[in-house]
């Protein structure tokens, strides 16, 4: 359930121009970039008390959480709306907002998307999500954008012509988290009145130390539904989950981009294109995850398997835990440790780089777990059916991904 309710006319406390956050590779709910460090998205309850109580092992595998927001649409002097985020009354000693820190610019992000929308919806016509998508195109923070990614980095991805071919096409921004964007912005439009207010909750960004991330997104378990949905939805879930490696590997690919160092971009991949990967297909999906388009990033492997390995130790002391719809993020740096000193390293050293024997301890990857909206524990609240026992739907997939990332290790 996302809480929602009425903005207080009398509430003077300073706003936060919220922006797309641009390095959203899956799910369906738009992540909002608050500050460089930060991240919001919809507050759903379930997912609020997960945070809010979770198991002290498992801190170092999730975002950190950072209280809630409300977040409004707001009108400007020349009729634009934007969103806006306002701390909770409770949470505003601990932000320390102040006018200065926080000043309402015209040329953000998420004011150029509202321009547009706003004339859409203010004139009645219905023109097409790809006039949103061109406005943010030429928005003035197209800037911004580039310099997201670094190195006027750019945004690839493979999608079908009518004939079946892969194209290529090109973006300054992560398609998906356009997509994600576009739709949650139309839905406030077109679902709630203006003088709504909306409860984020506020995490940490995880991929903010990161020059050119690279990010996986896999849907972890052999069921994904949760125990509060309709049957109708418990239904889909299951074909998807039966249609996919989901069923026979206990994990599967929900979005991907991964830095190419050889072209200055980034390749990105969708969850529709994890949906129709076989076993072997998901193998190659992974050794491209780690390719970055000259050479395979051997010196991750070893790295991220400590990782997994760690975190497959929390999942199964999880005793009655159900991670029903949670997703595994596998996070790199795009950028190599030594890339900025190459051209000062000796010989020797070069070489090492280029065949993956530098140093383990100088690459920089991280393992973290998010989505819990659909997540059951014994003593949540309100919960109507408990389990006994660790996630061994979670458990399957994550030993079927370390058997995986063993055999590429191996190769």
């Known amino acids: 359930m996302v809480l929602q309710d009425s903005v207080d006319a009398g509430d003077t406390r300073v706003g936060v121009q919220l922006e797309p956050f641009l390095h959203q590779v899956g799910g369906h709910m738009s992540l909002m970039k608050y500050d460089e460090h930060t991240v919001c998205k919809p507050l759903i309850s379930r997912e609020q008390r997960f945070y809010e109580s979770l198991p002290l092992a498992m801190k170092c595998f999730t975002p950190q959480y950072k209280g809630t927001i409300t977040v409004h649409l707001q009108r400007d002097n020349r009729g634009h709306l934007s969103l806006v985020a306002l701390p909770l009354k409770e949470n505003q000693e601990s932000f320390k907002v102040t006018q ?126 949760g125990d509060d949905v309709s049957e109708e939805k418990k239904a889909r879930h299951m074909r998807k989950c039966a249609q996919s490696t989901s069923a026979c590997l206990g994990v599967r690919i929900c979005g991907m981009q991964v830095y190419q160092t050889d072209k200055k971009h980034f390749l990105c991949k969708d969850k529709y294109y994890g949906r129709k990967l076989s076993v072997d297909g998901f193998r190659q999906a992974l050794h491209q995850f780690l390719h970055d388009g000259t050479r395979l990033r051997r010196e991750l492997l070893e790295p991220i398997l400590r990782r997994l390995r760690a975190l497959l130790s929390v999942i199964q002391s999880q005793i009655s835990y159900r991670f029903y719809s949670s997703s595994l993020l596998l996070i790199y740096d795009g950028q190599e440790p030594l890339e900025r000193t190459r051209d000062h390293m000796h010989p020797q050293e070069a070489l090492q780089l280029a065949d993956g024997s530098a140093s383990e301890g100088l690459a920089k990857v991280d393992i973290r777990m998010i989505d819990f909206a659909h997540t059951t524990y014994k003593g949540s609240w309100k919960e109507h059916t408990t389990y006994d026992g660790p996630d061994t739907g979670f458990i399957f997939g994550l030993e079927n991904l370390i058997g995986i990332l063993q055999a590429i290790q191996g190769d």
């Open 100 to 225: 200065e820190s926080f000043k309402v610019s015209p040329e953000s992000a998420a004011v150029a998307i509202w321009q547009t929308l706003q004339q859409t919806t203010s004139s009645g016509s219905a023109r097409p999500l790809a006039q949103l998508r061109q406005s943010f195109k030429e928005s003035p923070t197209n800037a911004l954008l580039r310099s997201e990614f670094h190195l006027n980095a750019q945004v690839s991805s493979m999608v079908e012509d009518p004939k079946g071919n892969q194209v290529e096409k090109r973006r300054n921004v992560n398609p998906w988290a356009l997509h994600c964007h576009e739709a949650h912005l139309t839905r406030l439009c077109s679902e709630y009145p203006e003088d709504k207010r909306h409860r984020f909750l506020l995490l940490e960004n995880v991929v903010s130390q990161y020059t050119h991330p690279c990010i996986l997104d896999l849907k972890m378990g052999t069921r994904q539904h």
